[in-house]
């Protein structure tokens, strides 16, 4: 995770894998996000990338963008 420009704000990346025990193939998972504080409301907008998917052989990618929100009182 890096420090962003703004000194609460936060960016990261991760990368998990996985193999399923019942033989399906691995499936890659990656997300990038950027968290934007402001007083004491934080947005996270995210896209999230699901390469060879475990479950679905015939779908080899899958992009999901999604917009978390955290209030703190």
């Known amino acids: 995770m890096a420090r962003g420009l703004r000194d609460r704000d936060l960016a990261g990346v991760g990368i998990p894998w996985g193999t399923p025990s019942d033989g ?11 968290r934007l504080q402001i007083r ?7 896209v999230q990338v699901v390469v ?3 479950r679905h052989p015939n ?4 992009l999901i963008g ?5 209030i703190v009182f």
């Open 24 to 34: 399906a193939r691995n499936q890659w998972t990656g997300e990038l996000f950027y």
């Open 40 to 46: 004491n409301l934080a947005t996270t907008p995210n």
């Open 66 to 70: 999604g917009l978390r929100a955290r």
């Open 52 to 54: 060879d998917l475990a």
């Open 59 to 62: 779908n080899d990618l899958l």
